[in-house]
Structure formats: structure tokens, C-alpha cells
């Protein structure tokens, strides 16, 4: 049985997001020297897009950030704190993503991640998402379900 509690987002949660997200990618900024600032205006990703929370113990244990567009729901932002990996959080994130996604109407889904992130490439493709197209060091990934 799951720990966590998956929760939509709110205000008050914008800098636990944001220092999760810092963890989450702490460990991809010494290869990634083109990392964009993943955790800047989580206020405003809150306000602005569908941002849901995994919560263990009450501290924000992870987080993913979806934006409706045209035709498809893009995955903009999938983040577990390192002390909360390999517990299935990422899945069970990715699960209310494309739960969310069907339930909106979309059958599409699309996410970028990095050329230095290959095990993240590698947990998508085992969740049945598929390469699209590389663009420089990004890779487009989709998804129909």
C-alpha cells in the first residue's frame, strides 16, 4: 500500500515544491550544464497549470506539472524527492497523469527530458512512452493511451 497522498496542488505548497524539485535534480546538475531553473515560479505554475503534489508524512515528497495544449496534455514536470525513489512515487505520478490526461479528453500525451538523463529516458520507455524526435540535447517523448 502507498504512503503518499496525491493532492492537487496549492499556493501555500509553492516552496516545498520548489526545494523538492531542487533534490530531484541535484544529482543531474554537475552533467547537465544547460539545466534550466526546473524549480523557478512554482507560485505561478500553481496558479496557472495543473500542478499536483505527493505527500508523505506531510512533507511534499514529489510533484508533476501538467498543461493542457492543443490536441495534447503535456507533461511539463515530473519530480520524487531522492529519499522517496524507488518506491513506485514516479509511477504513481506518471499513473495520475495519464488518468488526468483521459479523463480531460486527451489521448496524447508529451514530455522533454535530456540526452544526460538516460535512465529517466529508460523509465519512460518502460511505461510505454516513445521517442519522437531529438532536438539538440532534448528529447520529445508521446504517448497514446
Not at 523538492?20 to 505561478?44: F, K, M, Q
Not at 497523469?97 to 480531460?104: K, Y
Amino acid at each position: 500500500m502507498a504512503n503518499w497522498i496525491l493532492r492537487r496542488a496549492d499556493h501555500g505548497d509553492a516552496d516545498d515544491l520548489a526545494a523538492c524539485i531542487d533534490a530531484a535534480y541535484a544529482r543531474y546538475a554537475a552533467r547537465i550544464t544547460d539545466l534550466p531553473p526546473v524549480s523557478a515560479n512554482c507560485a505561478e505554475e500553481i496558479a496557472k497549470h495543473q500542478v499536483w503534489v505527493a505527500e508523505i508524512q506531510n512533507e511534499i515528497a514529489g510533484g508533476l506539472v501538467m498543461i493542457p495544449e492543443d490536441g495534447f496534455m503535456l507533461i511539463a514536470n515530473v519530480a520524487v524527492h531522492p529519499d522517496h525513489m524507488g518506491a513506485g512515487l514516479g509511477r504513481a505520478l506518471i499513473a495520475l497523469a495519464e488518468t488526468e490526461s483521459v479523463d480531460q479528453g486527451f489521448r496524447r500525451m508529451r514530455l522533454t527530458t535530456h540526452v544526460e538523463m538516460p535512465e529517466n529516458v529508460l523509465f519512460y520507455e518502460h511505461l510505454g512512452w516513445e521517442q519522437d524526435h531529438r532536438h539538440g540535447n532534448k528529447i520529445s517523448m508521446i504517448k497514446t493511451t
